[in-house]
């Protein structure tokens, strides 16, 4: 959404398509000009989803076979699958960089919340692995190619202990040394010996 610019998405043959092509496309190509989003989120519902709430909202025991509201629930649903094959065709095969992705709102209120909250919370991977493999390089790659965030864990209780932080001084107070064994000739550049989380509360 962008303050002082509205839109209606519209089919291809709308009376209000400008020049031969919808508001939709219209829209697209405005967008354009600030470079691939993040993600595309297509919200759907399935016909007697749709049907029944349009009953609530308008009084009706049940939707109607025929008539106005018949033609209109029908055009609207047109113009919606339109307007999902226009914007996903424009980002599809850029999913390196655009993610796709499809809510069904059929559910009740609190699914759907989980099914958003999967969607957007943040995901952790940990990597769990022996210091004769060099993984650095590996994660920081795939940090910047997947838009993730990678955090080498005692690099940062190092940071946070030399730097005399809050979280420094409790990991501090928390520290009970524990051997490990290291069967490998790598150097420990960030002595990693002293500052594991292993040694840690």
């Keep these: 959404m962008f303050d ?8 291809e043959t709308a009376p209000d398509a400008k020049d031969g092509v919808s508001a939709v496309t219209n829209f697209m190509n405005f967008i354009s000009q600030f470079g691939n989003p ?3 989120l297509s ?23 025929e008539g106005d509201a018949v033609d209109e629930f029908n055009r609207q649903t047109e113009e919606d699958t339109t307007t ?16 796709l992705m499809n809510l069904d709102t059929s559910n009740s209120l609190d ?19 022996e210091k004769r493999l060099g993984v650095d390089v590996t994660c920081a790659n795939l940090a910047i ?3 993730l965030l990678y955090i080498s864990v005692y690099q940062l209780i190092r940071s946070h202990i030399e730097g005399n932080t809050e979280w ?5 107070a928390t520290k009970r040394f524990k051997e490990i064994s290291l069967t490998t000739q790598v150097r420990d550049e960030f002595n990693e010996a002293e500052f594991s989380g292993v040694h840690f509360n």
Excluded: C, M
């Design 4 to 11: 002082g610019f509205t839109h209606q998405p519209t089919a």
């Design 111 to 129: 699914t759907t919340k989980k099914q958003l909250k999967r969607l957007f919370q943040p995901k952790v991977i940990v990597v769990n692995h």
């Design 84 to 99: 999902k094959a226009t914007v996903t065709s424009k980002y599809t095969g850029k999913n390196a960089r655009v993610e």
């Design 145 to 147: 190619k997947y838009n």
């Design 38 to 40: 993040q993600f595309i």
């Design 43 to 65: 919200l759907s519902a399935t016909d007697k989803y749709l049907k029944s709430r349009w009953s609530k909202k308008n009084d009706d025991a049940d939707f109607p076979e």
């Design 168 to 172: 420094g001084k409790k990991l501090t």
